[in-house]
């Protein structure tokens, strides 16, 4: 039953699904819509200063892309998660708007892959083990280093390579939020790792290293 054939008894917004809140934004019940931008302004702002490298462009970004959500409402269908819509309509709008900008995510993790598959690999979270001046200072280093690392990530395969590796969506959501097909999606991710790993591999190395001769 459409959660807008209840109109006789006070409705939980909070506990209904993203689809189903978007059924009553059709309706014209607009606190529907507030729900849906309280669960997703921060990830949503988090993706598109990842894609964008700064917090005033992401903000700008991802409140058009809230606003079309709600301009266009009527044109949401619910064979589709909202959340993929969502970020389709926010690439769309940094592809349309944005096409050489400089991108700074900021992150601190790293790829590490095994030989066994596209996906064997894991992200390892890189950690501050001290308070030390000196640890405090390899943490800044680390963190422009990967911002660097991904920013060469050329424009072409960072969407895919964001929203693999840091958003965690499937490979199906990604085909659907970039308009592209299953296997440019992997391969895209896949040369976004490797450009990823060109960059980042010799200073795990040098990392390696100097935790070995610390020992």
Not at 29 to 41: E, W
Not at 44 to 58: I, K, M, P, S, V
Not at 88 to 108: D, E, F, M, S, Y
């Amino acid at each position: 039953m459409r959660p807008a054939e209840l109109p006789q008894r006070k409705i939980d917004f909070g506990g209904l699904t993203d689809e189903e809140l978007m059924l009553l934004v059709q309706e014209g019940r607009n606190q529907a819509f507030d729900v849906l931008v309280g669960r997703y302004k921060n990830r949503l702002f988090t993706y598109l200063c990842r894609l964008l490298g700064n917090q005033d462009e992401a903000e700008e970004f991802a409140q058009e892309a809230f606003v079309k959500a709600y301009i266009h409402a009527d044109k949401y269908r619910t064979i589709a998660r909202f959340s993929t819509w969502l970020y389709t309509i926010a690439t769309n709008l940094v592809r349309n708007r944005v096409r050489n900008v400089k991108r700074r995510p900021a992150v601190v993790s790293m790829w590490s892959e095994d030989s066994s598959g596209e996906d064997a690999g894991k992200w390892m979270e890189i950690r501050d083990d001290s308070n030390r001046p000196d640890f405090e200072a390899e943490r800044r280093n680390l963190n422009e280093m990967v911002q660097e690392a991904i920013e060469k990530i050329p424009g072409k395969y960072r969407p895919a390579f964001v929203l693999r590796e840091m958003d965690d969506l499937s490979y199906e959501e990604i085909a659907a939020v970039t308009g592209l097909k299953l296997g440019t999606v992997r391969s895209r991710i896949n040369r976004g790792r490797a450009h990823f790993r060109r960059t980042v591999a010799p200073f795990m190395e040098k990392d390696h290293d100097t935790k070995r001769n610390r020992t």
